[in-house]
């Protein structure tokens, strides 16, 4: 597939030769509405989002070359442009779908659609895809558990347009889950047909192919370079996207990045520094979406004895300068979530805490803590990410300082981080940025407030809180609870502080000669609806 | 001719030790290395039990001693196993990057030679003079600016003021299909192929990256020069010849330069193993798939058969490079017997 040699591209191109015009040179550049060429600074590692070892950045190849049964709908975003709707589930795959009554068996009746080698899409191939995502393990699993599927005999094909779920209980996130990109549709009978015994899964060949029914196809990849999305003319699940051929170019230089997006080379340049997207928003479009479900926030390690004091964690939180590690370390690019908040009329989240710099009332705290003298800790950063935990870091070390906490700034590898600050748990005083992929506050509470769940690296344990989320993660949110005990929830994690949010921070993405970006929940670039400007 | 090829093949015994060691040290040092590429890879959401599998399916459950044997045994049979971060194997991961590598920092020396040999001399026949000076200030200065400012001056500059570079992105403008691989050079299998309206692209693509580096070298080559002509120029047989009255120009080239080169040569030698390493920048900034970008990565991510793979790559390439620089060292002084080399 990466080898496709110029002969045969020649050969096979001959017919539409003229809709491949960037087959030998092409006078002009992508000024030509039918190419768009995007930069980013990651690396594509898989085209099979399935495979151990699959990055993020890969995920995109499951969004832009494979179906899902159900999609979201989008709205106008405060950060520019579209983005995705989290209570607007749409068919993508599925024409239309029904839930029984109890809310266990969910029923879907698939469109007419067309896998690119022509054949059609039937109930047995989403079984069959649905089947691997919950086999392989992996995050694939993980994310596919969190809407209640863990296991094959779960999903049935009744025929060839019926596909049906069964769930062991019935829970809000599961039709949701469909949505996000690992539920994605594969042709079956090709993979069966290149899957060996010690493959039945054929990983192997879907690594280095894309055989869905999506808007495209990834006609080239060169890893570390590029990848060349095709697209498919019979795409069903959508209005057929504008770009013949999609471009990803990986540019790990982000100021060769941005000279390329000034200069015009380039339509889309995805994920830009903050202060990028600050300077060229006065020259093109710039969308800073804030990213859903999604908080820059310092973790408070309780297995470190002065933050198992309250009083301490509430100095801590009065002490941080907000407003300049905002302005410093994100560009004012995104939503802040310091001060404010009176009262809790609403459930809105990510929401502003009440907390503001006040180093009077920080003062207070310390003095009626056990640690009125103060105390050291270290505060871990990541190297991957010191763009952003750098100028944090260095103006908390500052802050804390005139409140008598000496604070020494500790780097850790990036390879490492994951590992001592989630795994391991072993960071005293921190910084974490989880994002949930689905869109509700008990979601997040599930993964950063709950006892030994991966995010929660403050050790954090709260018995109301652990029954709290488990009551109400599967619950609808009409359901007359719901609301009541996210309030409540709320109400806990922002007096006990085990996590004192900052910010929440925007996907930035410029735009030069192409419109109509949509943000969506999983941060990857979605190609399908952007058009020519 | 067939007892120099006898050497030869001694030569390349005696590396099969350094092989070796190479081999040993650097499953030893990756393992040393903090971090978990289990935990890396099995990504951002994943729990313990996920970890595990993936940490069962790359084998690093398995004791140390074990998983080197299952190391050595694989490389024996060929197989250097699979990259995480490229997600490819790794053999065909450099087989892809080197020549990118080789061919950028090759044609940077080449320039940096046209360069800096011509400047050196000219330094060294007026020592002292305004064009020693020149050479003196002109080299400090490109050995001074880091190599990714000045890639990043030269894109600012031809590129995005200018325009008359083409965008920074790589070996190829996405306008072109990269040639058949032959070499993995482009300009080498795109003038094999006879494509030369490719064989342009490639070329304008390698302007400014292996201006960059040249810039950088330019430093080493040309004081080397310098001096060991003035060594060569002071000394008795270069008097004779100038007494005896041959020409100037064969003064200067047929015996100084020619003695004088012996240590430039062996400058050069070192000046492309650590150009290659000093690389990495300069692929960042212009999106240049080569070999240093990727040993960075795959450090960064733990990724241990990259990192083996590059290293034990290197390792060959530098056996290589060294019994290249013993044959020129023939080449260029008859004296110097190989058998003493």
Known sequence: ?533 | MSQRARIIAARLLQAIPVIIGVVTITFVLTRALPGDPAVYFAGDAADEASIQQVRETLGLDKPLPQQFLIYVGDLVRGDWGDSLSTGQPVLSDLSRRLPASLELTLLALLLSCAIAIPLGVMAATKPGSWRDHLCRVAVTAGVSLPTFFTGILLIYIFYYLLDIAPSPLGRLDFLYIEPERVTGFYLIDTALAGDWETFGGAAKQLVLPAATMAIFTLAPIARMTRASMLQELSSDFIRTARAAGLKRRKVLLGYALRNALLPVVTTLGMVFSFALGANVLVEKVFAWPGIGSYAVDALVASDYAAVQGFVLAMALLFVALNLIIDLLYAVIDPRIGFEGG
């Not at chain 1, 080239?220 to 699940?237: F, I, K, T």
């Not at chain 1, 390329?260 to 600050?278: C, H, T």
């Not at chain 1, 979530?337 to 009332?361: C, N």
């Not at chain 1, 989880?434 to 997040?444: A, C, E, S, V």
């Open chain 1, 1 to 533: 597939m990466t080898e496709i040699s110029r002969r045969r591209l020649l050969q096979t191109g001959a017919v539409t030769a003229a809709s491949l015009p960037f087959l030998r040179a092409l006078p002009a550049h992508a000024q030509s509405s039918d190419v768009m060429v995007a930069v980013n600074g990651q690396t594509i590692n898989s085209l099979d989002l399935h495979r151990t070892g699959t990055n993020r950045p890969s995920y995109q190849v499951a969004i832009n070359c494979y179906d899902r049964l159900v999609s979201f709908g989008t709205k106008p975003s405060m950060g520019g442009g579209l983005e995705f709707d989290y209570s607007k589930v749409e068919p993508e795959l599925a024409e239309s779908w029904s839930v029984s009554d109890d809310g266990l068996v969910l029923t879907f009746i698939l469109r007419d659609a067309t896998f690119q080698d022509g054949s059609p899409v039937t109930a047995a191939d989403v079984k069959w895809s649905f089947d691997r995502a919950v086999s392989l393990g992996g995050f694939p699993a993980v994310q596919m558990k969190a809407g209640g599927f863990t296991s094959p005999e779960q999903f049935v094909a009744i025929d060839d347009k019926t596909f049906q779920i069964t769930l062991d209980a019935p829970s809000k996130l599961a039709i949701p889950d469909l949505a996000v990109p690992i539920p994605f549709v594969i042709n079956s009978k090709v993979a069966m047909a290149n899957a060996t015994e010690e493959d039945p899964w054929a990983t192997e060949y879907l690594h280095l192919n894309t055989i869905g029914s999506g808007a495209y196809k990834v006609a080239r990849w060169s890893p570390g370079e590029q990848l060349v999305y095709e697209r498919n003319d019979d795409w069903a699940s959508g209005p057929l996207p504008a770009y013949k051929r999609v471009v990803i170019r990986e540019v790990p230089s982000a100021a060769t990045r941005r000279a390329v997006i000034e200069r015009g080379d380039a339509q889309v340049s995805f994920n830009i520094p903050s202060k990028d997207a600050l300077e060229l928003s006065e020259m093109m479009e710039v969308n800073s979406t804030p990213i859903a479900n999604c908080i820059n926030c310092i973790g408070l390690n309780t297995k470190f004895e002065p933050f198992q004091d309250p009083d301490v964690r509430k100095a801590v939180a009065y002490a941080i300068p907000y407003e300049a590690i905002f302005q410093t370390a994100a560009y004012g690019r995104g939503a802040p979530l310091w001060g404010e908040e009176t009262e809790r009329s609403d459930i809105a989240w990510p929401r502003k805490t009440g907390y503001m710099e006040d180093l009077d009332k920080a003062k207070e705290h310390l003095a009626k803590s056990g640690f009125a003298d103060g105390f050291e800790v270290p505060f871990s950063i990541s190297l991957n990410q010191l763009d952003w935990m750098e100028p944090t870091a260095l103006l908390i070390q500052e802050s804390l300082a005139k409140i008598g906490i000496t604070v020494t700034i500790d780097k850790i590898a990036g390879a490492d981080w994951r590992t001592a600050s989630l795994v391991e748990k072993r960071l005293a005083f921190h910084l974490e940025g989880f994002g949930g992929w689905l869109d509700t506050p008990d979601y997040y509470f599930f993964w950063a407030y709950k006892d030994g769940h991966l995010f929660n690296s403050s050790n954090y344990r709260n018995e109301e809180i652990e029954t709290l989320v488990d009551v109400t993660l599967p619950m609808e949110v009409d359901h007359p609870d719901y609301e009541p005990n996210v309030k409540r929830m709320l109400e806990i994690a922002l007096e006990d502080l085990p996590r004192i949010p900052l910010w929440q921070p925007a996907l930035n993405v410029a735009l030069n000669g192409a419109t109509d970006y949509e943000f969506w929940f999983h941060r990857q670039l979605d190609v399908r609806p952007i058009k020519p400007a």
